[in-house]
C-alpha cells in the first residue's frame, strides 16, 4: 500500500516579489510578456486583455498596507486635543513650497498657543500661496487681539472676490456680535439667510441673534421661517415660543408650544416655557404640572426654580422650600433661590404659641414651690416648759 507523500517536505522555493500596479499599468508589451512568464500566466492574447490579466493576478496575491496617520493628520488632533506646541513642530515638519495648507495648520496652532503676531503671519504667507480662506484666519487672529475692525474688513474682502459665501458671513456676523454691534450683526445674517435658502439652520441663527438684541417680534417672525423651512427643527419650536412670551403674546406662545409638544412629548425645554406661559396667563395649576414634567426631564437650576417660584405663587409653601432647597444643592449662591427660601421662612416657623396662664385662671396645684404657700405647723410644748 503506497502512501502519499508529506507536503510540508517537498521545497517551495524562494519567495516572488509581485510588480506593483503602477509597474504593470505603464509596462510595455515586451515587459507584459515577462511578466507573464514569470509569474506562471498565459501571455497570449491583446495587449490590453494580458495587463488585465496580469492586474488581477497581482490585486489578488497583494496584501493592502495599513492606513498609517502623518504629520498632517495628527498635527489637527494635537491642537484640538490641547498639545499646540507639538502640533507646531509638527506643521514645520511638513511645509513646502508650493502647499498653503500646512501655513495654516501652523497658523491654527499658534492661536492655541496664544502667539497671535506668528499666526497671522502663517495665514498672510498661506494667503500669498493661493489659499483665499486664509484671510477668514487672520479675522480670527485680529478678533482675538481685540481688533475686531480689522477682522470685519477682511471678511469684506473675502466677499468681494465670493459674494453671498456662508462661512464669511457667519464669520462676520459673530465678530460684529462680539464688538457690540448687534443690529449689524442682525443684518449680515438676514442677507445670508435670504442667500442661502437651501440651509435651514440660518433662519434659527437670524431669530437668535434678533433674540439677543432685543427684538422679539422680528425674533418670532424668523424663528417661524425656520419651522417652515424644517418642521422638525425643535431649538426653532422652543425659541419661537420664549419670543412669543417676551413679546407679550402669551396665548400663542401656549399654542405653539402644545403643538411641538405633541410631536416631542418629552422635550424639557419646551415643557419650560409652556409652564412659564401658562403661569403668566394665570393658570397656576397646569403652569405646575407643565414646570414638574419638565424638572423630570432636565433637572436644571433655572427649571427647578421656575418651579419653585409657581409653587410659591400658588400658595403651596412647603413644596416651593423644598424646590428653593434643591436649587441651593445645586448652585449655592443663588439670589433668587435665598430669597424665596426667606420669603417662605416665617411662614414655615408660624404655629400654636404656648401663652402662660393668668392669675385668675392658674391652677393652684401648678403653682411653683416658691409660691406655694406652706400649711402651718402645730407649736407642740415640750414637757416642763
Same mark, same amino acid.
Given at each position: 500500500m503506497?502512501?502519499? &507523500?508529506?507536503?510540508?517536505s517537498? !521545497?517551495?522555493?524562494?519567495?516572488?516579489?509581485?510588480?506593483?500596479?503602477?509597474?504593470?499599468?505603464?509596462?510595455?508589451?515586451?515587459?507584459?510578456?515577462r511578466?507573464?512568464?514569470?509569474?506562471?500566466?498565459?501571455?497570449?492574447g &491583446?495587449?490590453?486583455?494580458? &495587463?488585465?490579466?496580469?492586474?488581477?493576478?497581482?490585486?489578488? *496575491?497583494t496584501?493592502p498596507?495599513?492606513?498609517?496617520?502623518?504629520?498632517a493628520?495628527?498635527?489637527?488632533?494635537?491642537?484640538r $486635543?490641547?498639545?499646540?506646541?507639538?502640533?507646531? /513642530?509638527?506643521?514645520?515638519?511638513?511645509?513646502?513650497?508650493?502647499?498653503?495648507?500646512?501655513?495654516?495648520?501652523?497658523g491654527?496652532?499658534?492661536?492655541a498657543?496664544?502667539?497671535?503676531?506668528?499666526?497671522?503671519?502663517?495665514?498672510?504667507?498661506?494667503?500669498?500661496?493661493?489659499?483665499?480662506?486664509?484671510?477668514?484666519?487672520?479675522?480670527?487672529? $485680529? =478678533?482675538?487681539?481685540?481688533?475686531?475692525? #480689522?477682522?470685519?474688513?477682511?471678511?469684506?474682502?473675502?466677499?468681494?472676490?465670493?459674494?453671498?459665501?456662508?462661512r464669511?458671513?457667519? %464669520?462676520?456676523?459673530?465678530?460684529?456680535? *462680539?464688538?457690540?454691534?448687534v443690529?449689524?450683526?442682525t443684518?449680515?445674517?438676514?442677507?445670508?439667510?435670504?442667500?442661502?435658502?437651501?440651509?435651514?439652520?440660518?433662519?434659527?441663527?437670524?431669530?437668535?441673534?434678533? $433674540?439677543?438684541?432685543?427684538?422679539?417680534?422680528?425674533?418670532? =417672525?424668523?424663528?417661524?421661517?425656520?419651522?417652515?423651512?424644517?418642521?422638525?427643527?425643535a431649538?426653532?419650536?422652543?425659541?419661537?415660543?420664549a419670543?412669543?412670551?417676551?413679546?407679550?403674546r %402669551?396665548?400663542?406662545?401656549?399654542?405653539v408650544? /402644545?403643538?411641538?409638544?405633541?410631536?416631542?412629548?418629552?422635550?424639557?425645554?419646551?415643557?419650560?416655557?409652556?409652564?412659564?406661559?401658562?403661569?403668566?396667563?394665570?393658570?397656576?395649576?397646569? #403652569?405646575i404640572?407643565?414646570?414638574?414634567?419638565?424638572?423630570?426631564?432636565?433637572?436644571l437650576?433655572?427649571?427647578?426654580?421656575?418651579?419653585?417660584?409657581?409653587?410659591?405663587?400658588?400658595?403651596?409653601?412647603?413644596?416651593?422650600?423644598?424646590?428653593y432647597?434643591?436649587?441651593? *444643592?445645586m448652585? !449655592?449662591?443663588?439670589?433668587?433661590?435665598?430669597?424665596?427660601?426667606? /420669603?417662605?421662612?416665617p411662614?414655615?416657623?408660624?404655629?400654636?404659641?404656648?401663652?402662660e396662664?393668668?392669675?385668675? %385662671?392658674r391652677d393652684?396645684?401648678?403653682?411653683?414651690?416658691?409660691t406655694?404657700?406652706?400649711?402651718? &405647723?402645730?407649736?407642740?410644748?415640750?414637757?416642763?416648759?
Amino acid at each position: 500500500m503506497c502512501r502519499m &507523500r508529506d507536503l510540508r517536505s517537498l !521545497p517551495r522555493g524562494d519567495a516572488m516579489s509581485l510588480p506593483s500596479l503602477a509597474e504593470v499599468e505603464h509596462a510595455d508589451w515586451p515587459s507584459l510578456q515577462r511578466m507573464c512568464g514569470t509569474l506562471g500566466l498565459n501571455p497570449k492574447g &491583446r495587449s490590453a486583455v494580458v &495587463r488585465m490579466r496580469v492586474l488581477d493576478h497581482v490585486r489578488r *496575491r497583494t496584501r493592502p498596507e495599513g492606513w498609517r496617520a502623518g504629520p498632517a493628520q495628527l498635527a489637527p488632533l494635537l491642537t484640538r $486635543l490641547g498639545f499646540p506646541d507639538l502640533a507646531a /513642530r509638527l506643521w514645520e515638519s511638513t511645509i513646502q513650497l508650493d502647499a498653503p495648507a500646512p501655513w495654516v495648520g501652523l497658523g491654527e496652532a499658534d492661536l492655541a498657543r496664544g502667539r497671535l503676531t506668528e499666526a497671522s503671519k502663517a495665514f498672510g504667507r498661506a494667503a500669498q500661496m493661493g489659499d483665499p480662506a486664509a484671510d477668514l484666519h487672520r479675522a480670527e487672529a $485680529l =478678533a482675538l487681539n481685540g481688533d475686531f475692525e #480689522g477682522a470685519a474688513r477682511l471678511c469684506d474682502a473675502y466677499l468681494a472676490s465670493r459674494p453671498g459665501d456662508v462661512r464669511a458671513l457667519a %464669520t462676520k456676523a459673530g465678530f460684529l456680535a *462680539r464688538a457690540g454691534f448687534v443690529d449689524e450683526s442682525t443684518r449680515v445674517l438676514r442677507a445670508a439667510t435670504e442667500a442661502h435658502s437651501e440651509i435651514p439652520s440660518l433662519a434659527r441663527t437670524w431669530g437668535i441673534a434678533l $433674540l439677543k438684541a432685543g427684538h422679539p417680534e422680528d425674533a418670532a =417672525a424668523a424663528f417661524q421661517e425656520a419651522i417652515q423651512r424644517d418642521a422638525r427643527d425643535a431649538a426653532a419650536w422652543v425659541n419661537r415660543g420664549a419670543a412669543l412670551l417676551l413679546a407679550g403674546r %402669551t396665548r400663542e406662545a401656549i399654542a405653539v408650544l /402644545r403643538e411641538f409638544l405633541e410631536l416631542d412629548p418629552r422635550r424639557g425645554e419646551a415643557l419650560n416655557n409652556l409652564g412659564v406661559a401658562y403661569a403668566l396667563a394665570g393658570r397656576a395649576r397646569p #403652569g405646575i404640572a407643565a414646570l414638574e414634567r419638565a424638572a423630570t426631564q432636565l433637572e436644571l437650576p433655572r427649571i427647578v426654580l421656575n418651579l419653585a417660584k409657581a409653587q410659591e405663587e400658588a400658595g403651596e409653601g412647603s413644596d416651593a422650600t423644598r424646590a428653593y432647597a434643591q436649587v441651593l *444643592r445645586m448652585r !449655592p449662591e443663588d439670589a433668587e433661590a435665598l430669597g424665596g427660601q426667606k /420669603r417662605l421662612a416665617p411662614e414655615q416657623g408660624k404655629g400654636p404659641v404656648a401663652k402662660e396662664p393668668s392669675p385668675e %385662671t392658674r391652677d393652684p396645684a401648678s403653682a411653683s414651690p416658691k409660691t406655694r404657700r406652706a400649711p402651718a &405647723r402645730k407649736s407642740r410644748k415640750r414637757p416642763g416648759e
